[in-house]
């Protein structure tokens, strides 16, 4: 299947040691950090064009792919997402502006990747919202082996994980990816104010890691993860959690049965869009 190579040769951004690698990086950061300096609107601030990386989105109607989530595991093997330390900045007006962005192999990594679908109104999504950072279980999840082996609101763990390279559900093939349907930084938040999130732990993943300079910086052990909030109408997609996926060309893929959109968690591109302002931090 085409969905076997990952990523394909037309979006792939070969992680090359050198000169010429070297540099295109660069151009790559450059243009991401650039973004933040113009931001500020009369109705918010943070807002803006911003360059991220995703999963890419393959079919449907969603205009583009799932914002991917830096991890890493502590040392007893718990999995966190990576959330930047927020900081003034000092805008050309002589205005500040509060961001949480950094540098995270060859990328400006910035949480105004996820400030879309109304997450910018979210206090968990504001720069310098203080979280511990843990991927915890979701209690929305058609997942038989997290209904079955985890607890809702548990912290998600690698030893949850063991058999992840021959894993499967009866949707799409077996060993293409465990998926886990979870929360982040949504400890005592209202529920509307959840941020779902789709980790996958797989092989391909490990071995994309091995030759791609931000997938080596942003996976750990072979986990993914994304922020699961469709790109068209925000609705929650899901990996293997749809007996209708495979209809729609996505059984080995993420699908949003809302109004049929493919996201490819296997296949990580560079997109840009408008991320929608944060209220203002004066209030
Ligand atoms: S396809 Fe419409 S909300 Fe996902």
Redesign the pocket.
Known sequence: MDSDKYPTESDRRRFVKGVAGGAAMAAISTAAGAAIEGTTTGIGTGGGTVTYRAAKNTD???PRGLPQIPLELDDEGYLKGVWPESEERELEDGSTITVAEMELGGVTYSTQWFQYCGCQTFQNVQPDGDYDNYMRYSANTRLGWQSDQTSIGERVHVDHFEDYAEWGNGIGDDGYGKPANCTWRSEDVDSEETLPIQVIRSARVERAAEEDEWLAASTVDGFIAFLNK??????I?GFKDSADAPKFGAANKSY??????VYDPFEVVERSFTALPRPNDDG
């Open positions: 449907g109607p969603a469709c790109t068209h109408f925000c609705c997609p949003c049965g809302c109004h049929q959109s």
